[in-house]
């Protein structure tokens, strides 16, 4: 099964801060990589599918990269309603495995 | 809208069962897999099952294998999910989600979840 491991684990932050989240893949995944944004309460949304592409309706300062086993979620301007928890999945095999989740949290 | 609605929480003593809903409305539920996935309280998702659009196969994690059964009726739009043999660390908030396909698999739509509580 492949493993995905998120750094950091928790962060703080400020209003217009630039965040960049890291997921590493127990082995490549070539771009079947997906990113996740969970507030207190909620259910998970989709923000960034296929390491790269941004979901409808999804802020542009969200933004996706990577492939193979690294990848990279980055939030060029922190607002408000950002804090929360972001999960990378991986979409490459079955079971289609989360990574531990990163808090971000309000400085 | 397109939507999921979980049901079927509740409390359960260990060694029970019970069996999960997720009614689906405002897309072809028929045409998509679903999935069911878990969070226990203060933790992360744990990816739980996944059937295929026409039901023809199904897969587990293997902390729930041999004892949860994923299910799905097209034509009722509801996925089930049975759950037997509950454990304390079953304990969790149930979503289910459909999967959508655009350059990878994804979970593009969430229900807002059901919660089970397993404890004597």
């Known amino acids: 099964d492949i493993q995905m491991t998120q750094s950091p684990s928790s962060l703080s932050a400020s209003v217009g801060d630039r965040v960049t989240i890291t997921c590493r893949a127990s082995q490549s995944i070539s771009s079947s990589l997906n990113w996740y944004q969970q507030r207190p309460g909620k259910a998970p949304k989709l923000l960034i599918y296929a390491a790269s592409s941004l979901q409808s309706g999804v802020p542009s300062r969200f933004s996706g990269s990577g492939s193979g086993t690294d990848f990279t979620l980055t939030i060029s301007s922190l607002q408000p309603e950002d804090f929360a928890t972001y999960y990378c999945?991986?979409?490459?095999?079955?079971?289609?495995?989360f990574g531990q989740g990163t808090k971000v949290e309000i400085k | 809208q397109v939507q999921l609605v979980e049901s079927g929480g509740g409390v359960v003593q260990p060694g029970r069962s019970l069996r999960l809903s997720c009614a689906a409305s405002g897309f072809t539920f028929s045409t998509y897999g679903m999935y069911w996935v878990r969070q226990a309280p203060g933790k992360g998702l744990e990816w739980v099952a996944i059937i295929w659009y026409d039901g023809s196969n199904k897969y587990y994690a293997d902390s729930v294998k041999g004892r949860f059964t994923i299910s799905r009726d097209n034509s009722q739009n509801t996925l089930y999910l049975q759950m037997n043999s509950l454990r304390a660390e079953d304990t969790a908030v149930y979503y289910c989600?459909?999967?959508?396909?655009?350059?990878?698999?994804?979970?593009?739509?969430w229900g807002k979840g059901t919660t089970v509580t397993v404890s004597s």
């Open positions: 999945q991986q979409s490459y095999s079955t079971p289609r495995a």
């Open positions: 989600a459909r999967e959508g396909y655009s350059g990878s698999y994804l979970m593009d739509v």
